[in-house]
């Protein structure tokens, strides 16, 4: 294999400028062209995060190379003058040799050693690398391997998506291992802090320098290549961020046709990914589980605004934010000014199951900065979710009694069941959630205000609306029969009670009430 598309000449990352254009640049432009480009252009919400942990891990290796052990307030003064463009080209150019895609010994984020291994010597079709392929619903449609080669672009976005997103088990061959550990973000919706520039959100989001006398923590391609031996051995901790972001957890080695493009590709297990409770992913957030805290992910569907809780720092056990958050919030405090007044957060990655895709989103939050800052109102907002949920509690029961009463029987437990799982694959939850959800910026922004009665009394307002859509959706399914009339009758005065009472107790137990008058 003989040299060809270098990652630093040639376009490939989709950015979106300020006018509006996509377009696809190499890495040197990307990054002189930083201060002008709005973000990421990526369509694949895997490929997207690890995109932006691929600049993360280039320009934290730059400045590290560069400065040291710089601090919080030379990322406020790069945040204002703009990155240090000469320092990240000399390091990007230092390390030229590892940055081309097809290469006889350093293939970017690939294995050489692949190709000379009889084990490892098969080839597989280059849509094995495609998560919504491979692990979606098309994963059983053989046409779909039929199809022309991949231009290099195209494989390169996709393959990084891939390694950090990639389900555990079994995989294609099962060459080297039986099967193999999941991707550093497998499951998890990550969190990135963004700015008004491509420059700003690595800047937002950006990790500590390197502390003098630790490990270093290398990238992929500041390491030794990977050998057979290597790729058969034991999980292993990462030995910090930039690892993460470019670990191998699948070894891959792309097979380039005449033309330039790629129809094929060597596979085997890869790097595995030990995991340490006390050093979890920079950007996965925690909210509470069964047994412990659990990964914020996709999973269930759940409108991502119930899992507040768990992007905001400090509000308390339970939740735990992602630290990029962290982050980003050290970078503003040495600001010594809100001059971002919010911080969005993209929340982007995928959900799945035993291996099978369920899903993928991509969603932005915008987040009062003060909202971040402050403890108190963390926590306040905190308990105004915990309202919005114990609400729905409280009025899917009465629903589930509701459905109950329509059907033959309704005192029996199967009909109970029944009548829950009519209730759960019904419009209560989406009505509910969606009403509330679009009055909530104008909360969020009395609370990051201080201005915590206000948006009590509003959210109490809001809550008692979104409970009274969310009813009217389920009489409505109800027909017009006798007994749903009956059941009707009986059940409206007790669903009144339970909007008063949600209002009046909200109302008596806020801590902040008093301070606030």
């Known amino acids: 294999m003989s040299k060809d598309f270098c990652l630093l000449d040639e376009p490939w990352l989709p950015v979106r400028l300020a006018d509006g254009r996509v377009m696809e640049l190499g890495l040197l432009e990307t990054f002189a062209r930083s201060g002008e480009i709005v973000g990421l252009a990526e369509t694949a919400p895997p490929s997207l995060v690890a995109e932006y942990r691929l600049l993360l891990a280039i320009t934290h290796r730059a400045l590290a190379a560069a400065f040291g052990d710089w601090r919080d307030k030379d990322r406020a003064r790069w945040y204002r003058e703009g990155l240090p463009l000469a320092e990240i080209r000399t390091y990007l150019e230092h390390w030229r040799e590892r940055f081309w895609l097809f290469h006889p010994e350093h293939p970017f984020m690939q294995v050489a050693a692949l190709a000379t291994c009889?084990?490892?010597?098969?080839?597989?079709p280059v849509n094995t690398v495609a998560l919504e392929q491979f692990y979606g619903p098309e994963m059983f449609n053989q046409e779909i391997y039929a199809q022309g080669p991949w231009n290099p672009a195209s494989v390169l976005r996709s393959l990084l998506g891939y390694l950090q997103f990639v389900p555990g088990g079994f995989f294609p061959g099962k060459?080297?291992?039986?099967?193999?550990?999941?991707?550093?973000?497998?499951?998890?919706?990550?969190?990135?802090?963004?700015?008004?520039?491509?420059?700003?959100?690595l800047l937002l989001a950006l990790h500590s320098a390197p502390r003098e006398g630790h490990q270093p923590d290398l990238p992929n391609w500041e390491r030794d290549s990977l050998s057979i031996a290597a790729?058969?051995?034991?999980?292993?901790?990462?030995?910090?961020?930039?690892?993460?972001?470019?670990?191998?957890?699948?070894?891959?080695?792309?097979?380039?046709?005449?033309?330039?493009?790629?129809?094929?590709?060597?596979?085997?297990?890869?790097?595995?990914?030990?995991?340490?409770?006390?050093?979890?992913?920079?950007?996965?957030?925690?909210?509470?589980?069964?047994?412990?805290?659990?990964?914020?992910?996709?999973?269930?569907?759940?409108?991502?605004?119930?899992?507040?809780?768990?992007?905001?720092?400090?509000?308390?056990?339970?939740v735990q934010a992602a630290a990029v958050v962290q982050f980003a919030l050290g970078l503003h405090q040495a600001l010594n000014a809100f001059e971002q007044i919010y911080q969005p957060l993209l929340v982007a990655g995928l959900a799945s199951n035993k291996g099978k895709l369920l899903r993928?989103?991509?969603?932005?939050?915008?987040?009062?900065?003060?909202?971040?800052?402050?403890?108190?109102?963390?926590?306040?907002?905190?308990?105004?979710?915990?309202?919005a949920e114990s609400l729905f509690a409280e009025?899917?029961?009465?629903?589930?009694?509701?459905?109950?009463?329509?059907?033959?029987?309704?005192?029996?437990?199967?009909?109970?069941?029944?009548?829950?799982?009519?209730?759960?694959?019904?419009?209560?939850?989406?009505?509910?959630?969606?009403?509330a959800e679009r009055s909530l910026p104008a909360v969020l922004q009395q609370i990051g205000e201080g201005?915590?009665?206000?948006?009590?009394?509003?959210?109490?307002?809001?809550?008692?609306?979104?409970?009274?859509?969310?009813?009217?959706?389920?009489?409505?399914?109800?027909?017009?029969?006798?007994?749903?009339?009956?059941?009707?009758?009986r059940y409206w005065p007790r669903f009144q009670s339970l909007v008063k009472k949600h209002a009046t107790l909200s109302e008596s137990l806020s801590p902040h009430k008093e301070a606030a008058s």
């Open 118 to 124: 009889e084990e490892t010597r098969a080839l597989y």
């Open 175 to 201: 060459k080297l291992k039986s099967s193999e550990k999941a991707g550093p973000l497998t499951n998890t919706a990550a969190v990135l802090p963004t700015g008004h520039s491509l420059a700003r959100t």
């Open 231 to 318: 790729l058969r051995g034991e999980p292993t901790l990462a030995s910090g961020p930039n690892d993460r972001y470019t670990r191998l957890s699948r070894a891959v080695l792309l097979c380039r046709e005449e033309d330039g493009g790629v129809r094929c590709l060597h596979f085997a297990a890869g790097m595995a990914l030990g995991e340490d409770a006390q050093a979890p992913d920079p950007m996965a957030s925690f909210r509470a589980g069964s047994n412990g805290l659990v990964r914020l992910t996709f999973g269930d569907g759940r409108v991502l605004w119930r899992d507040l809780p768990a992007l905001v720092p400090s509000t308390g056990e339970g």
């Open 360 to 387: 993928w989103r991509s969603e932005r939050l915008v987040l009062p900065t003060a909202l971040l800052l402050e403890a108190e109102k963390g926590l306040f907002l905190r308990e105004r979710v915990a309202d």
């Open 395 to 435: 009025l899917k029961r009465l629903a589930t009694g509701l459905l109950a009463d329509t059907l033959p029987d309704p005192s029996s437990k199967d009909t109970r069941a029944r009548a829950r799982s009519l209730v759960e694959a019904g419009p209560l939850n989406t009505t509910y959630f969606a009403s």
């Open 451 to 489: 201005e915590f009665e206000s948006a009590s009394r509003q959210w109490r307002g809001v809550l008692r609306s979104a409970a009274m859509d969310a009813w009217q959706q389920v009489l409505a399914g109800l027909g017009n029969s006798p007994r749903a009339a009956r059941a009707d009758a």
